[in-house]
């Protein structure tokens, strides 16, 4: 493993020592400058002749790049074509992705990753990342020790399960970790260095990848049970004494997803995302909602469609929230609503898992508002509850139909409603529906981008509720104080910031949320905001001062430049 060693003169200007000469410097993706080389670096390293005469700026780099990126006509074109710049030249390819970042997070994040994750095995060049197979049992330290760097700070891994909203994926969900991480990197700065992506690849039980002829992966059937849990244990051991100071973050696993983020988060500082972060993501929405409608946080009414990793975490973190702005007792259950595949969840037919049991309504409750057995599908639920929020996390197309979003709107001046789903194709309704359904007067984000919808001469910007608006943040916040773990209240504190981030300006023109552009600022105090709840709830490792931590983000996130070379 290579140890990146950045230094600073006592000017403080930075160089890094540089163990790769010649043609192995030129393809290697963490040193490589390709025609930005300058001429003494040339001689020092043995590049004379291997490159053209012209030594070029990262700025002239940067737009030669993405002209010819956005020359592609297909997103996963330009997917392919930032992948193979990210696999030659990561500085660059970070400039050219931070210099862009609302035309490229579709690109590499939702939605194109997902056709990505779906074609791996096809479009598939360079490994990156490291994969763990059943075969790998008894040995997994041994293969997390090929990691190329050394100093691993943070960590995304998968097992592939539900990828977005598009089922089990097998190796290609591969595309998923690798593509969060480069958001951590283009958000909140932590150097590409420092990440590594990690598919546990314990099979698929995609039957489509298991006939295919190209499929990459592990091709067995999912290992589930006892010698799972062994698989998991042992990676989190091994990853524990090898990368000891890594944040690890859990991804688009499925069931399994609540009981593995309860398992280790007291054993290892990690988080799962699509439970916290997203949750962090949309009650940011829903905090910002109230500002339009003017209904109070304590009167809202949600219903949230989906009550699986998403919805639940959400589910959680409104509680929370509701129970801050004092609303307690049955007001506090009747006040958040799940309906998953089967209805609206009541406890005289328990759900089989627990965290879905958790927001099961009292039977009682439910025959008040006349939500009797067989009367508890979303239409019927929204007809009795009157939700000021409905929420979507179930991965399923078309699900707000025009009979729901016509009946909220019937009650509601300023319908707040999120369908979260990705990609845009699993999104439970399309902006355009829902703005002709609620006349303009919904309050509409969606999980994936949306171009703007005009009704009624009135142009609409449909917010993303991307939850890249949390985890970098998080992410950055928790390495910064070197978190011990990662708190409830470490996403309570980014929500609250987030939902202060979105400007008057933003809800003017019907957003929900901060403007993607403003992602690696939004990030930065949001990683503030989670340093000082860490270091208040006593979980943060290092001690900042207050008022510094604000330099000490800033001093942590990496910029993508490139830095003179000392041969070693
Ligand atoms: P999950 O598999 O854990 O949960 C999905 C839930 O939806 C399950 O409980 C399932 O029973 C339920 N469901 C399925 N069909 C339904 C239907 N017709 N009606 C009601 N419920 C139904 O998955 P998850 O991790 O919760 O993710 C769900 C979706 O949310 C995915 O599409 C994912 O991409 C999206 N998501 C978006 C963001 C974001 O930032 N916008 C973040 C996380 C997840």
Known sequence: MDRYRLKRDAAGRPSVDCPVRGSELLRHPVYAKGTAFPKEERVAFGL????????ATLDEQARRMYASIVRKPEPLEKFIGLAALQERNETLYFRVLLDHIEEFLPIVYTPTVGQACREFSRIFRRARGIWITPEHRGRVAEVLSYAPFEDVRLVVVTDNARILGLGDQGAGGMGIPIGKLSLYTAAAGIPPWQTLPISLDVGTDNESLLADEFYLGYRERRLRGPAYDALVEEFVEALKALFPRALLQWED??????????????????????????AAMAVAGIVA????????????????LGAGAAGVGIARLLRATLERAGVSGDALRQAVACVDIEGLLVDDAPPASAHKRDFAWPAALA??????????????????????????????????????????????????????????????????????????????ATGSPFEPVTFEGRRFVIGQGNNAFVFPGVGLGAIVCEARAVTDGMFQAAADRLALEVQESDLAAGSLFPRVSELRRVTAVIAEAVVREATASGVAGRAIDAAAVPAAVRDAMWEPDYVPLNPV
């Open 253 to 278: 696993f499925k069931d399994n997803a609540f009981d593995l983020l309860e398992r280790y988060r007291g054993r290892v500082c990690s988080f799962n995302d699509d439970i916290q972060g997203t």
């Open 367 to 444: 025959e008040r508002l006349g939500l009797g057995t067989g009367q508890r599908d979303l239409l019927s639920v929204v007809r009795a509850v009157k939700p000021t929020v409905l929420v979507g996390t179930s991965g399923q197309p078309g699900t707000f139909t025009e009979a729901v979003v016509r009946e909220m709107a019937a009650h509601r001046e300023r319908p707040v409603i999120l369908p979260m789903s990705n990609p845009t194709s699993q999104s439970e309704a399309t902006p355009e529906d829902l703005i002709r359904w609620t006349r303009g007067r919904g309050l509409i």
């Open 289 to 304: 909602g109230t500002r339009v409608s003017g209904i109070p946080l304590a009167e809202q009414r949600m219903v949230l």
């Open 48 to 55: 004379e002749g291997l490159l053209p005469s012209k030594v």
